[in-house]
C-alpha cells in the first residue's frame, strides 16, 4: 500500500512531490539572492573585503561541510523530520537575515541557511523518488534537478527586482513564503515513517568530520589573506588545523574498515580527471558569483534587475548545454564536447574581463552568453565520475561529487575575494593616502565601501576616489577572469591527453623518448 496521499495536482505527480519540488526549487533561491544583494549590503554596513566573502560564501560552505551528514541523519531519525527541520532552518534564516543590524549576524544567518540546505536536498531527494509510482520515478528526478535550475534563474530576478523597488532585506526574505508552503505541504500529504526502510548504510563519520575539517579551515586560511588587517594568529591556527586535519584523515582512511574515501576509487582516472574538472568549473562559477554583480551594478552602473538579467542569460545557456550534452556527446563524443565547451567559455570570459569600466553592451552580453557553455561540463563530468563507481557505491558518490563542487565554489568565492582585495589596496594607496587609517581600511574592504566613504568627501575627491575604485576593481576583475582562462586551458589539456588521440600522441612521444635515452 502507498503510504503518500493519493491526491493530484497533475494527473502524473502527488501534491506531496510538489512540496519537495517547491524545496529544491527555494534552496537553489537562497543560494543566489545573496550575491545579488552584495552591492547593496556592502553600501549599507561598514565590512571588509573578508566580511564581504563570507556573505556568499557561508552558505556553499556550511551546505558542503554538512552534506555527507545530511543524508544519514536522514537515515537515522527519519527523512521526513530532517527535511521538516531542514525547511524550518532555511526560513528562520532567510527572516533572520532580513532583520539584521551588522554583517557578522548577516554572516551567521547564512552560515545557518547552509545548514538547512544541507538537511533538506538529500532528505527531499529521497522522498521525491518514493512519493511517485515507479513508472513516474525518472520524470521526477528529471523535475527535481530542473527545479534547482528554475531556482537558479528566479533567484537573481526576484532579487533584482526587489532590490530595485523595495530592498535588499526583502530579497532576502523573498524565499520565507515559499519555504511555508513546502513545509505545510510536506507535513500534510508526506507520513513520518516514509522513505527507505531497513538498516542504514555504515557511514564513516570521523572521516566526514576531517573531511569537512580540513576543508573550512584552508578556505578559513583562504579567506583571512584577502583581509587588509589579516590576523596573523587565525591565519597560522587555520592552516595548522588544515594540516593537522589533514593528516588525521589520510592515517584514519588507512585503517578504517569503511572509508570514507577508497584508495582504489582515488587511483582512478576515471573519476580523478572527471572529479578535477567539475572543482575547476566550480571554482571559476564561484569567483563569476561573488564578482558579477559588483562589476555590473556598481561599475557599470546597471539596476540590480538588468544585473541579473544579464547572469540569468548564461544561466539559461548553462542548462540549454548541460540539457543537450547527452545527445550531443553520443554524436561528437564526450571528450571533444568538453574540450569545445572549455574554448567557448574561455572566449567569453575574456570578453567579460577584459570589458572594462564602460563596456560595449553588446560584447559584454556575447561574453555572458558564451559563458554558460561552460554547463557542458557539470553534466558530462558527473556522468563519468558517477560511471567510476560501482553500483551499490553511487548514491554515496553522488553525494561526495556535490561536497566536492560545493567546495570548488567556496573556493573560488574566497580566491576572487583575495584577488580583488589585493589590487584595491594596491592600486588606490596614491588616492587614500591624505586619508584616516580607518577611511583608508573602509575604502579599500571592498568597492562598496569606497562608494560610501566617497559619499562624506567634497566633489572633486569623491569623483577621484570613485573612479579610482572602479579601475582598481577592474584591474582586480581582470585578473581573476585570466586565471579562470588559465585554469580552463589546464582543464582542456588534460582533456586532451585523455582522449584516443592524445593518448596515442604520449605514447608516441614516450617511445621516441626511451629510443634516446642512455638508460635503454
Known sequence: MNLISSKRLLPQMPVAFWGLVLAYVAVAINTTVASVALPPISKAFVVDSEQLTWIVNCTPLAASAFMLFGGYWASLYGFRRVLVIGLSILMGSAVGASMVLDVNTLIAFRTFSGLGSALVMPSALVLAYQVVDESKRPTAIGLVTAAQAIGGLLGPLLAGYLITTVSWRAALLSVAPLLLVSILIVCSEIPKRAGPTGKPRSFDQIGATLTALFGTSSLLFLVNLSNQSNNRFISVFSIAISVLSLITLLIHESRCSNPLFQLKQLRKRSFLVPTGINWIVQLVYGGMIFLNMQYLQLVV?????????????????????????????????????????LITASIGYGLIGFAGVSPNPFVLTVGFILSGSAGIEPAIMVHGVLASYDEDQRSFGASLNAMVMRYGLSTGIALSGLVLSTNLSSMMNETLSRMGESMKLNATGS??????????????????????????FVDGYRDFYVLAIALYMFAFFILLLQSRGGRRWTSYIGSQFSKLSPFR
Open 301 to 341: 552602473g546597471l539596476s540590480a534587475f538588468k544585473a541579473a538579467l544579464l547572469v540569468v542569460a548564461a544561466t539559461l545557456v548553462w542548462i540549454l548545454c548541460s540539457s543537450l550534452s547527452g545527445v550531443l556527446s553520443k554524436s561528437i563524443g564526450s571528450y571533444r564536447l568538453a574540450m569545445l565547451g
Open 447 to 472: 568597492i562598496g565601501g569606497a562608494f560610501r566613504v566617497a559619499e562624506s568627501l567634497p566633489e572633486n575627491e569623491r569623483n577621484t576616489l570613485i573612479s579610482s575604485a572602479k579601475l582598481a
